[in-house]
């Protein structure tokens, strides 16, 4: 009775270690990437603004991933000097599940959360000197884009988005798997 008490002991851990084993290999590793590209706002021309920023993603589903960006923004308004900071969720979906074998995977993504605008305004009529102005608003947006393999690990991911404020994102992310 106690070898087969041992027995089933032993079959129980070896199905338990190849289940876990399997559902590990399932979850994808987290996505850090870098935000370099240009940034759309209109309002009697378009204005474009230069943004860098940081990003993380966490694959929740084998092609569903959620994870923040931060993202700093910063040209001309109306030929004044202005910057913009946006803090939003990210959520991306890929076309495919990316296996590792494709070198290529396209993804949809969209975003929603925070932006704070800094300008220089005119005090008034017949006030000389400019003043800084602050805003904050809600930020939207949503586009697409592809993961382009450079190796097991590394990727570059160029990116359009439309959105409102900012109303166009063209970027180019590179970014790493991290394991």
Do not use: H
């Amino acid at each position: 009775m106690r070898g087969s008490v041992w027995t089933a002991i032993c079959i129980a851990a070896v199905v338990c270690g190849a289940a876990r084993t399997g559902s590990a290999q399932e979850k994808r590793a987290p996505i850090l990437e870098v935000v370099v590209g240009r940034s759309g706002f209109i309002d009697e021309a378009w204005d474009y603004f230069t943004t860098i920023g940081v990003g993380m993603r966490w694959f929740v589903t084998p092609r569903l991933a959620v994870g923040p960006e931060v993202a700093y923004l910063n040209g001309e308004s109306d030929a004044l000097e202005a910057s913009s900071l946006t803090v939003t969720l990210n959520l991306t979906f890929d076309f495919f599940r990316d296996d590792g074998d494709r070198r290529v995977a396209p993804y949809l993504v969209a975003a929603g959360g925070y932006l704070r605008q800094r300008t220089l305004v005119g005090r008034g009529p017949g006030a000389p000197g400019l003043v800084p102005f602050i805003s904050s608003e809600g930020t939207a947006s949503a586009g697409f884009g592809a993961r382009i393999a450079l190796g097991s690990r590394f990727f570059i991911a160029p990116e359009f988005r439309l959105g409102w404020e900012p109303e166009t994102r063209i970027a180019v992310n590179p970014g790493v798997r991290l394991r």
